[in-house]
């Protein structure tokens, strides 16, 4: 009993060891940046940086994760709280397959095999993932963990622990989730199969039937306390402008004004004013509202030229085609987009589990069709998002970690059997040899990309800085001079209030940012942009002109004096009106 207790600690003594001995190379080689700019707003929001407060509506994550990371906040003022939870979700998702792993195989050398194949595909494959984080990915990280867990663990802590995985994922980003959904539900299928092969059937079938109740009710208590708390007229009215902002500009194109002139005149909306929609600075006009969001988006797609379905259909299929035998090294951290070395993974993991099947005539011909079904289901799913045209890499690597976790849970789970063995070491062996070569050129595009975001962010630190040191003034920074910067995450965080904002983006029109207005004394953006210690901010090759028109049209002449130059990119502007 003393011995089999020694035992579980020191296997979770290992397999942290070494999840902490990959996390700390990372955070010695490089910084850990958000990914995205919507993180960083996720972040501020979270943290009370935003508004003053840490707020638990955080618009893009579920209403019970989001209030439960703004609580922590509250708690910890002074810590990057939100990163945290990112880093530790990621870390915890590593660890969870090497302690399964080294929990699983009795084999000292199948085990270290196994081991050095992860920490290599972990090193190879998700190096720029976990420095650039981003809380699509990790939510595919927990899916792809969910779905190893399933296929390898047993009783009621391992259906607990899955479900919990699954819950917080959905609570992080659903939409991520539900893509995940196909692959974690394959590998339920393909535990429910192995179980239901052994005596029991019937206790079998109720135990899976409960297990999946009871995830999908808690999934629907987590979505229906979301609706609740979003269910307010204010948070509606402005659930509805975000919809509506979404289809815009993730899905349809803005018509311009000139050839559409009479649509725009027929809802009210002016050139100067459709001149905020093409550059995202539509918060300044108080006219667009989720009315009128809605009818540009619903007008644009009416417009747009639709490739044909078959034609659409027939060029993503193409496209999967190629990426599924691409094996190209890296030329940045997202494009030219490259798969490997996920693909050659894959495709290895696929081949030993098939020779491995093949060689037991048992049940090789179930093994066999849950491959081909696995495969048909990630097909549709990359289907799915190619002919929609929405492939970036936190989806797409999502996918085939995913993927590649559900593979890996066959391959542990079949190690130990006799005619499995030397074909899914080998198989091991072959991911290792292939992590290994990738290494280099992931740490190598890793490094460019940090060289890439300090260059780009050292302007928007001076710039910060200079705003910064004037907290008596507010400023409001044109939407495309701000996309550019990627914060880092533990470096000098500070929660305080911020002094400045853009002038579009998915939270602008949101009781949030209402919020943000009155904590400085401002009815609406366009007032206060003619205030006396309100500025704007934007590049200097930028073009300002939709700025006089905008208030021309509105019957206030206006005129725009450069009071300063920072870091030589960023002209401050103060917007005077004409007396």
Excluded at 425 to 443: D, E, H, K, Q
Excluded at 501 to 519: F, H, N, R, V, Y
């Amino acid at each position: 009993m003393q011995s089999s207790k020694k035992r579980v600690l020191l296997n979770i003594c290992i397999a942290a060891g070494i999840t902490a001995v990959i996390m700390l190379m990372i955070a010695a080689l490089f910084d850990y940046y958000f990914d995205l700019n919507d993180d960083v707003l996720m972040k501020d929001l979270l943290s009370g940086s935003y508004i003053g407060k840490p707020a638990a509506h955080n618009i893009q994550m579920l209403y019970p994760i989001s209030a439960l990371i703004s609580l922590i906040y509250r708690l910890f003022r002074k810590t990057n709280v939100y990163g945290i939870f990112l880093c530790l979700c990621q870390c915890s998702c590593m660890f969870m397959i090497l302690h399964r792993t080294i929990n699983l195989e009795k084999d000292t050398i199948v085990k270290f095999i196994a081991v050095i194949a992860e920490v290599l595909m972990y090193i190879g494959c998700l190096t720029g993932h976990l420095i650039y984080v981003q809380y699509t990915f990790t939510v595919a990280m927990m899916a792809g963990t969910a779905a190893f867990l399933v296929i390898t663990g047993n009783g009621k802590k391992n259906r607990a622990l899955v479900c919990i995985i699954l819950w917080i994922s959905f609570l992080v980003r659903s939409e991520m989730l539900l893509l995940m959904l196909p692959i974690a539900g394959m590998a339920w299928g393909y535990r429910f199969i192995s179980d239901f092969g052994e005596e029991k059937k019937k206790e079998i079938r109720t135990i899976y039937i409960r297990w999946a109740l009871v995830l999908f009710t808690g999934l629907i208590i987590c979505k229906g306390v979301d609706v609740l708390a979003y269910s307010s007229d204010r948070w509606t009215e402005f659930r509805k402008l975000f919809d509506s902002r979404t289809e815009l500009y993730d899905y349809q194109t803005i018509p311009d004004y000139e050839t559409n002139r009479d649509f725009y005149e027929s809802i009210g909306l002016d050139e100067a004013e459709v001149e905020l929609l093409f550059n995202y600075n539509f918060g300044l006009d108080e006219e667009i509202d989720s009315k009128t969001m809605l009818q540009v988006a619903e007008y644009a797609k009416s417009i747009k030229e639709e490739t044909p379905m078959p034609q659409r259909i027939k060029a993503a299929f193409s496209k999967y085609l190629y990426r599924l035998h691409h094996f190209s090294l890296q030329e940045s951290f997202e494009y030219p987009q490259t798969d490997a070395p996920w693909n050659i993974i894959i495709l290895i993991m696929y081949l030993s589990i098939c020779i491995s099947a093949l060689s037991r005539k048992k049940d090789s011909f179930i093994k066999i069709a849950f491959l081909t079904a696995l495969f048909v289901v990630r097909s549709l799913l990359w289907m799915y998002i190619l002919v929609g045209e929405r492939d970036p890499i936190r989806i797409t690597h999502g996918l085939m970690f995913a993927e590649m976790a559900l593979l890996l849970g066959i391959m542990m789970n079949n190690i130990s059997s006799n005619s499995w063995k030397v074909h899914i070491r080998t198989g091991l062996i072959f991911v290792s040899v292939i992590s290994a070569i990738y290494v280099p050129n992931n740490m190598t595009i890793s490094q460019m990309e940090a060289v890439d975001r300090k260059r780009v962010n050292e302007p928007y630190l001076e710039l910060y800085e200079y705003i910064d040191d004037k907290p008596e003034n507010f400023y409001w920074i044109d939407v495309y001079s701000s996309v550019s910067y990627s914060e880092k995450m533990f470096a000098n965080t500070d929660n305080s209030l911020d002094n400045f904002d853009i002038l579009g983006g998915w939270a602008c029109k949101s009781p949030l940012q209402t919020t943000k207005l009155e904590a400085f004394g401002f009815e609406d953006i366009q007032s206060s942009l003619l205030s006396s210690n309100v500025y704007f901010v934007v590049k200097s090759e930028y073009s300002t002109d939709w700025l006089v028109s905008y208030y021309n049209n509105k019957g206030i002449d206006i005129e725009l004096s450069e009071i300063d130059m920072v870091a030589d990119t960023f002209k401050i502007i103060k917007v005077n009106e004409k007396r």
